[in-house]
Every structure is written in C-alpha cells, then in structure tokens.
C-alpha cells in the first residue's frame, strides 16, 4: 500500500505542479528512511533472513526512488539520466533475483525451520514476560521493605513488627493495633 501511495505521490508531479517534485521526493524518501530505521531497530519479521530480505529490499526500492529523481525536470543532464536509467535496471534486476533466490529459498527449506524458528521465539517471549514479572515483585518488595525500615527509623512503629502485604501489626502490651496504615512523600512515586 505504502508503495502505491509513493507511485501516486509521483505521478502527479506533472505540468505546473512539478515545482512540488522536489517536495515530493523528499517526503517518499524519509518515510522509507524512517522504515529502514524501523526495521533495523524493531526487526518485526519472524526470523533473522527474513529481516534481512525486507531491509535489502526495502533499500534497493529507496535507491530506486532517488534515482527516479533524476528523471524529473530538476535534472536536464542527459547524461545523468542515462547514468541513472542504468543503475535503476541494476537494482531491479538484482531486486528480482533476490526475490526468486528468497523464494527458493522458503521452497527448499520449507515451512517446517519457519514454524520451529517460530516456536523458539514465543518461547522466548514467555520466558521474558515471566522474568519481567518476577523482577517487578521483587522491585516491589524491596520498596515494601525499604519503607519498613524507614518507619522503624523514625520510630512510627515498633522493631518487633510483622508485616503482611503492607499492612503492620503490632503488640503494644495486651492489645493489638492492626493495620496500621501509613504514608510518606515516597509512597507516591
């Protein structure tokens, strides 16, 4: 979709609207910058070859939209067209033989090393989802505890204290004084 809307973006720099062609190029040119970027950080695909495939397409297309460039009234250079006419055909004809060799690629490896590479990485995310878990309890317990060892500083509750989720109590003599609920300037963050 992204694609047609770049091919639209282009075809309508005709007539006396081609002084815009220039803001057209660079608005095709940093979306697919920004995409670049994107999958380079976020790397979306399933497996590493994958991801890989995409950004070198997605770079041989962002070349071939700077090298449409000089097909435009900007550039009366003949000789500069041709240049271009011909590293455009370069990087279509290597974008198809990637294509087909990628192909080639999924058919002899089938569907089986995609389905495993899968499987590995959900789970690998579970793993992840339950050690985050894990560190926010403890992160929770150590502030539970640090609070704690305030109140008992200042003297707001007795040392020999038991605690329960947060909740105090405490012998003072024969009665109980249960919980005790406090809050500090800390408490809020």
């Given at each position: 979709?992204r694609?047609?809307?770049?091919?639209?973006?282009?075809?309508?720099?005709?007539?006396?609207s081609?002084?815009?062609?220039?803001?057209?190029f660079?608005?095709?040119?940093?979306?697919?910058?920004l995409?670049?970027?994107y999958?380079?950080?976020?790397?979306?695909?399933?497996s590493?070859?994958?991801?890989?495939?995409?950004?070198?397409?997605?770079?041989?297309?962002?070349?071939?939209?700077?090298?449409?460039?000089?097909?435009?009234?900007?550039s009366?250079?003949?000789?500069l067209?041709?240049?271009?006419?011909?590293?455009?055909v370069i990087?279509?004809?290597?974008?198809?033989?990637?294509?087909?060799?990628?192909?080639?690629?999924?058919?002899?490896?089938?569907?089986?090393?995609?389905?495993?590479?899968?499987?590995k990485?959900?789970?690998?995310r579970?793993?992840?989802?339950?050690?985050l878990?894990?560190?926010?309890?403890d992160?929770?317990?150590?502030?539970?505890?640090?609070?704690?060892?305030?109140?008992?500083?200042l003297?707001?509750i007795?040392?020999n204290?038991?605690t329960?989720?947060?909740?105090?109590s405490?012998?003072?003599?024969?009665?109980?004084?249960?919980d005790?609920?406090?809050?500090?300037?800390?408490d809020?963050?």
């Amino acid at each position: 979709m992204r694609r047609i809307i770049y091919a639209y973006l282009i075809s309508i720099s005709d007539g006396p609207s081609a002084q815009y062609a220039f803001l057209q190029f660079t608005l095709i040119i940093t979306f697919s910058i920004l995409y670049i970027l994107y999958l380079l950080q976020f790397r979306p695909y399933i497996s590493g070859s994958m991801n890989y495939y995409v950004q070198f397409m997605e770079t041989n297309f962002l070349l071939i939209c700077i090298m449409s460039y000089f097909f435009t009234d900007a550039s009366p250079q003949f000789p500069l067209k041709k240049a271009a006419a011909w590293i455009v055909v370069i990087l279509l004809v290597l974008m198809i033989s990637i294509f087909v060799g990628y192909a080639l690629y999924f058919i002899i490896k089938g569907g089986r090393n995609l389905k495993e590479v899968h499987r590995k990485l959900k789970e690998q995310r579970k793993i992840n989802r339950e050690d985050l878990m894990r560190k926010e309890r403890d992160e929770e317990e150590k502030k539970r505890k640090r609070r704690e060892q305030r109140l008992i500083a200042l003297g707001a509750i007795p040392e020999n204290s038991t605690t329960q989720g947060g909740l105090f109590s405490a012998s003072a003599g024969n009665r109980w004084v249960d919980d005790f609920h406090y809050s500090t300037s800390e408490d809020e963050d």
